[in-house]
């Protein structure tokens, strides 16, 4: 059996991130237990995770909800680091906003229990979101990691409103829970993920970038968004945990894209897509985002490898090879 340089656990497992940090964590030479929610009556296929380099002798699939906090304390048990990666993504909104965000918070501060519990837990690293800094309120074209979204502002999205009030709010719990019980806890704020996946299924934050391909009347289209590549994300993810003396909160985009910028490298590297010309967008009433700066991570010592046009190749290329966009 290969020697581990130690067993890390990453909630959610099968999601975009957290299937891919696992990736990451294996290939560095570690061992990971990762949580997935078990659905009753249907077995879910984590072939795509099975089948990774080093799963078969330093990966171990548990199940585990976030309504039942202490189903997350076998995978915990033993570990010098948790990510807990696992989000209730509800855009439908079929369940209220009081009922997504308890159970987020309620599971994030079970997770963080266990992790003192286990008393080889040396860090956690959160992984919130974007809209936990965009919207405070303020004017300022630059959000850094002081930024704290208004709720009341993110309840004005229809169908985001739930999922960023959420994890905003976790975002505070877990901090302010370290904080208080002395247990190391950094978080890492991605805005729109883009790049390859290792599942079958379309990450939820693929269509949004590439909604006048996959649907030219997304009434949720950017006109300028923060974007990160998930490899970036997860190399982010690894590098908070391994550092000396992280404190806090990190930003972590690799740029802010314009739709011009993305049209743009699309049109050259695939002229055969149907994408809409710069001049039909110029009545388009989409969201613009504050530019992310990502300054503290990059001053920290982390190195982004991708820049945009990698990212949209990138997903492109895996879109085509899994079958959800053709030439």
């Not at 089948?51 to 330093?58: D, E, I, M, T």
């Not at 439908?92 to 159970?103: A, C, L, Y």
């Not at 975002?171 to 002395?182: H, P, R, S, Y």
């Not at 949720?220 to 974007?227: A, C, I, K, T």
Request: glycine share 8%; net charge negative.
């Amino acid at each position: 059996m290969e020697e581990s340089k130690g067993c890390v656990c990453v909630t959610g497992g099968t999601g975009f991130v957290g299937s891919w940090i696992i990736k990451r964590l294996l290939e560095d030479g570690y061992s990971v237990n990762t949580t997935i929610r078990a659905h009753p009556g249907q077995k879910k296929d984590v072939s795509f995770l099975t089948n990774l380099p080093g799963a078969s002798q330093r990966l171990q699939i548990l199940n585990a909800d976030l309504s039942d906090p202490d189903s997350f304390k076998e995978a915990i048990e033993g570990c010098i680091g948790v990510f807990h990666v696992a989000a209730i993504i509800d855009l439908e909104e079929r369940e209220p906003e009081e009922i997504v965000t308890r159970r987020s918070i309620e599971g994030a501060l079970g997770i963080l229990r266990a992790c003192l519990t286990s008393k080889t837990v040396k860090r956690v690293v959160y992984t919130s979101a974007a809209v936990a800094v965009s919207y405070d309120g303020k004017e300022e074209e630059e959000k850094d990691e002081s930024s704290w979204s208004d709720v009341d502002i993110l309840r004005t999205f229809k169908s985001l409103g739930p999922y960023a009030v959420s994890k905003t709010l976790t975002e505070k719990a877990v901090l302010e829970f370290g904080e208080q019980n002395g247990l190391d806890v950094v978080t890492v704020i991605p805005p729109l993920v883009v790049g390859p996946f290792i599942s079958s299924k379309l990450p939820v934050s693929v269509h949004p970038c590439l909604y006048f391909i996959f649907d030219k009347k997304d009434p949720l289209g950017y006109l300028q968004v923060n974007m990160v590549h998930v490899d970036d994300l997860a190399r982010a993810h690894i590098f908070l945990l391994e550092h000396p003396n992280p404190k806090g909160r990190y930003n972590c985009s690799t740029c802010l894209a314009t739709i011009e910028e993305v049209i743009e490298i699309l049109s050259i590297k695939y002229p055969k897509f149907q994408i809409p010309t710069l001049d039909s967008l110029k009545e388009s009433s989409g969201i613009k985002f504050p530019y992310q700066s990502s300054k503290k991570l990059i001053d920290s010592g982390f190195e982004f490898k991708y820049g945009l046009e990698e990212m949209l190749v990138d997903v492109i290329e895996c879109c085509k090879e899994k079958g959800y966009l053709e030439l």
